[in-house]
């Protein structure tokens, strides 16, 4: 409770601070002051340190303060309450003793209790790091008996037997994966000696279902090898005669000349990359619009001449390859167009290694033979197989057959080739800009016909308008009411300028002739006034006839009109009728 | 000073929300009357009026008042004890700067429990 009376008049009299702590019971604090203990107690006194109106009781008497809630306000009146017993607490001598007292009383409980406290954690604690410690051993002691391998002997009955059984799974599943992978490589090497073998055996034998010969059943052989291939039938001639009873003469009769495929000759035929099946070797050969550039007026008694130079443009040191080469070109019968040859030859010459293909020319190279049988063509395909394999490589030529089947893929591959190529060189022709001026001038042209075209069309309306106005035969003009409103109006307008501005256009009805006068405006009028805006454009030259002045009161039926255009020397009049 | 302006200036619904209330220095002459009827009020701050005698007599309906400050009035007799018994919860009781001037007016804060 705390009370203030300071600043009254009562304050003055004596005794009055005395009379009231003392008969207030709940009072601890009067105006400005705490009361202490040795105001209480009478003749008590504790020293300066708890003398009444000490600097120690002074209370601050707290001031309104401009809380924002009552909230506020209530606990600031909580705390104000809260300090003045503080202060009476620490200032007063019996408060503090009993405060020292009990204190040190508690203390001394609390020694004893911690004491005993502290024993029995060291005994926690003991039996603690003990379980720890044998934990960590035993973990230590796994950890080396794993290392060493010995795992087993820390193990109990029961993991033993777990970790035999658990070895003797895992061995039999090795020894299964072992035999299956053994048996799938087996497998698959066996799989192959046959694939091994059985092509082998296709190769063999069954060429002719490759090639199809049943259903083209033609051989084509070159032309240079014709000896060799006469040299094998006449070996199969009395097998034939004896099962088919065919002569020789009627099987030659079957060779003819190839007309269907022409060849470009990519290399001599002994420098075709040897192969062990010779007989599906391929040229290159073309068929279809592609034409053999013979040079005819080449003379045939050329090839013959000794200034011929083709020994020392192609082959410079090797002879005996050299002959053997001149030879086959001389059995051939072959025509050269020398220019290109030698461009290609001193091609070759230059870059021996790249310009490989020398005979850039094409031939027709081939020879077909059409057996009347096919167990014939079998035959002989057979023995080609047993005479290859004869030869000797090193000195004699292979007999190379060629199949029609395969001379068809060639040939189309070759075809898509060429289309190919001028494909893409007709692409590259279409960035030229030679392509893009000639567009224009197209276009141009274009332009300028469809120009004339309009223009002839608006002269032959022209021409039919001025047909028209030729026949009128009256002097009367009959105009839409419309029209004539308008032309009222027209006329208020250019009644100043006496021309219409907006008309290239004039016409004018002579009396005497009953005919129309039209006339271009073409020069700026003496009177100053302007132009149409149409008379350069839109009438053509043949329009512009003489005017032909009429005479103003010659002018008959006035009356009757709904308006007249009245042409003087050099400007139009506009007379309403009246 | 009425119920209606209290109201009003405090914005409750009723009395019984009031619990703190300010009126300082608003040269109100009796207005504990009408404070009376506010059963929780728990603050009052007074100071700077004008309150006298007779208006305090009505103290003694403040069960649980724990607060009042009637500095600055001009108060120069206190009612007698019994008001002041009432008073249960005061806690802080501000009446400096008044005309107490009467031995028997401190006679009556006796009466304070």
Redesign the interface.
Known sequence: ??????????CS?PG?RH??VN?????LAL?NFVITDEERIEDASFGYRFRGLNEFMKLH?PD?TKEKS?EQ??FN?EV??YR?RRIFERNSPSVLIQSLYRGYRSRNYVKIYFNERRQKIMKIQKIARGFLLRLKLKKDLKDMLRYTNEEHLMMSNVELRKRAAARRIYETMMEYHVKKETMRRRIAAALKLQTYYRMRYVKNTSFINALQLSKYPRIYILKEQKPIFIKIVKKLMPLFEDKHGIQFEDLMECLKEDKKYDTIRVTEPDMFPRKPLPLVQFTKPIHGNFKVQYNKSLPPDKFADPNFTLRDYIFSDDKPWTDAALKILTNRSCHFNMEKLQKTLEGLKKNPFINQFVFQDQYKDFLVFEPPRLDIAITICFSVLDYNRAVNIHEDQQMILFFERLLERVAAIAAIKNAFKAYKWRQSRAQLPIYEIIEKRAANCIQSIWSDWKIKKRMIALGNIKRHVDRIQSNTLYIEQSIYQNLNEIAAKIHDQYRFTEQSVMFDFNPHTYQIHMQVQENIPQDGSVPGRYSQISVPRWFNLALKVPDFLATQNVNNLLALFHFSVGDCRVVPST | MTESLLLRLTECDSLQEIRVISLRNQQLTGCLKTLAKCENLTIAYLQGNFIQEKDLMHLQSFSNLKKIDLSDNSITSLPPAKVFTGLSQLKFLYLHNNNISNWSDLQALVGIP
Do not use: G, R
């Open positions: 409770m705390h009370l203030t009376l300071f600043s009254n008049p009562v009299i009055y009379f009231l008969s207030i019971q709940s009072l105006d008497i309104y009552a306000h209530l009146l104000d309450v003045l």
